[in-house]
C-alpha cells in the first residue's frame, strides 16, 4: 500500500532517526494522511495481514456451466444461489451462466471479484483447475467449487453422496422393470460418474440378481442430440427403464415418456416431464448448504471450518434426497425404497459393502470391507452386471 506522507518542516530532526522511524511516526502529522489505493482496505486485516477468505465483501457470485432451466444441475445450484440471495438481502448475487470449463471460468470469476464479491462457488467439476488459479491470485477471496477433489488456502469443494438416493432409485428401477435391462446415459468417464452408475446396479442387483445396466458415454454434459441417440439406441435394444448422468435432463426423460419406457432422474424433481413413467430420482437441496457456507465465510470463519477441505453431505443431512414417486409407482415398491432409505440414514445398509466386483469379475471390495469416501471418489471401474466400456 503506498501512502503519500505530508510532513512539518520541524519534524524532519526527529523522523529523520530510522526509515521505519519515519513512516511509522509521520504518516499522519498535522492530519494529512492521503488515501489507501483502491481495494486495498479489503485485502488487509487490522493487524496488516490478509483478511479472511471471504469477508469485506459487498457480493456473492455464482458460474454454472449450463442454464438455469436444464431440468437438471445447473437448475438445482441456481436454487441454491436464490436462497443465498434472500437470506443476505445485502449482498449482491452475481450469476453466470453457459461459462465453459477453460480459461473463460477465470475470467468471469475475475470480473466477479471486481465487481465485489468475496465469496466465489464455481458450480461445475470443470471450473476446478480455473478456480484454484484465480483463488492463488485473490487470498481474500472463498471459493466453494462444486464436486472438485482439489482444494487450496481460500478454497473448499463440497459435494453429496448422491449416490445412496441413485442406489435406492436402482432398487425402484429392479423391482419395476419387466424385462431386467436397465440403461445409464452418462457424460464422461470421471469417478462420480462411474460411482453413480455401480451404485445404480447395485441397488437393481439387491432385488433382481439377474438385472443389468447399459451404459451409453456421451462425452458431453448436455447435448441434446446426443442424448436422444443415446436414449432411443437402449430403448431399442429392449431397456424398459432409463436414467442419466447429465446436467441437462429434459430430452432423455422425454424421449423415454415418448417412447413408453419409464424413466428415473437426476438433479431434481422433473417427475412433470414425464406423468406416466416417472418412477422416481436423485435431487440436491443446496439452499440451506448454500446459505450456510456464505454465513461463515462472510464471519471470518472459512478456515478450520468444515468447508475448508473436502466437504461431502450424506442422505441423512438432507443435502442428497430421494425425489417423489411416480403415480405408477407401487405401494409395495414404494415401502421397500423408504425400508432401505431408512437402513442408508441409520447406518444398517451400506450398498458398497464388500464384496463387489467389477465388470471382470475381479473383486474390488473384499468381503467385510467398507470403502472409505475417499477411496469411493476414486472408482475408476464398473461394477458386475453393466454393459459397456469405459472411454480411455
Known amino acids: 500500500m503506498k501512502r503519500r506522507v505530508w510532513i512539518k518542516a520541524n519534524q524532519w530532526i526527529a523522523c529523520a532517526l530510522t526509515i ?11 492530519g494529512g494522511g492521503g488515501a489507501s489505493a483502491p481495494g486495498a482496505a ?42 443465498v440471495e434472500k437470506a443476505y438481502p445485502d449482498l449482491k448475487v452475481l450469476r453466470a451462466e453457459n461459462v465453459p470449463e477453460t480459461a473463460e471460468a477465470e475470467r468471469v470469476m475475475e470480473q466477479m471479484i471486481r465487481d465485489g464479491a468475496k465469496i466465489i462457488f464455481p458450480t461445475s467439476y470443470g471450473h476446478l483447475d480455473p478456480a484454484l488459479n484465480v483463488a492463488k491470485r485473490h487470498p481474500d477471496v472463498a471459493f466453494f467449487h462444486q464436486g472438485g477433489l482439489k482444494t487450496a488456502e481460500n478454497l473448499g469443494t463440497y459435494f453429496g453422496t448422491i449416490w445412496e438416493p441413485i442406489y435406492l432409485a436402482g432398487v ?19 469417478p462420480q460418474v462411474l460411482l453413480n452408475v455401480n451404485a445404480f446396479q447395485l441397488g437393481a442387483r439387491s432385488v433382481n440378481p439377474n438385472a443389468t445396466t447399459s451404459v451409453v458415454f456421451t462425452g458431453s454434459w448436455c447435448d441434446p442430440g446426443q442424448q436422444a441417440n443415446a436414449a432411443n439406441s437402449l430403448i431399442d435394444a429392449g431397456v424398459d427403464v432409463i436414467t442419466q448422468h447429465q446436467d441437462c435432463t429434459k430430452t432423455i426423460i422425454e424421449t423415454a415418456e415418448r417412447r413408453g419406457v419409464m424413466s428415473v432422474g437426476y438433479h431434481t424433481d422433473a417427475s412433470e416431464l414425464a406423468p ?14 448454500f446459505v450456510d457456507m456464505v454465513k461463515v465465510a462472510v464471519n471470518g470463519e472459512f478456515k478450520g471450518s468444515k468447508y475448508d477441505g473436502k466437504y461431502r453431505g450424506m442422505l441423512k443431512d438432507d443435502i442428497v434426497q430421494l425425489a417423489n414417486f411416480g403415480a405408477n409407482v407401487p405401494d409395495d415398491v414404494k415401502a421397500l425404497v423408504e425400508e432401505k432409505k431408512a437402513a442408508l440414514i441409520d447406518g444398517t445398509l451400506h450398498p458398497f459393502a464388500g464384496p463387489v466386483k467389477d465388470q471382470t469379475g475381479n473383486v474390488r471390495i473384499a468381503e467385510g470391507e467398507l470403502p472409505t469416501l475417499n477411496e469411493l471418489e476414486a472408482t475408476d471401474y464398473l461394477v458386475e452386471g453393466v454393459i459397456g466400456n469405459i472411454p480411455k
Open 20 to 30: 521505519a522511524v519515519l513512516m511509522a511516526g509521520c504518516s499522519q502529522p498535522g
Open 42 to 83: 479489503d485485502t488487509e486485516s487490522a493487524s496488516g495481514g490478509t483478511a479472511a477468505p471471504g469477508t469485506g465483501g459487498t457480493a456473492v457470485g455464482f458460474i454454472f456451466v449450463g442454464t438455469k432451466d436444464d431440468h437438471g444441475y445447473n437448475q438445482a445450484a441456481y436454487i441454491g444461489s436464490e436462497a
Open 172 to 190: 425402484a428401477a429392479g423391482k419395476m422393470s419387466k424385462t431386467g435391462k436397465l440403461g445409464y446415459v452418462v457424460s464422461v468417464p470421471i
Open 276 to 289: 406416466n413413467g416417472w418412477l422416481t430420482g436423485s435431487s440436491w437441496n443446496w439452499s440451506d448448504l
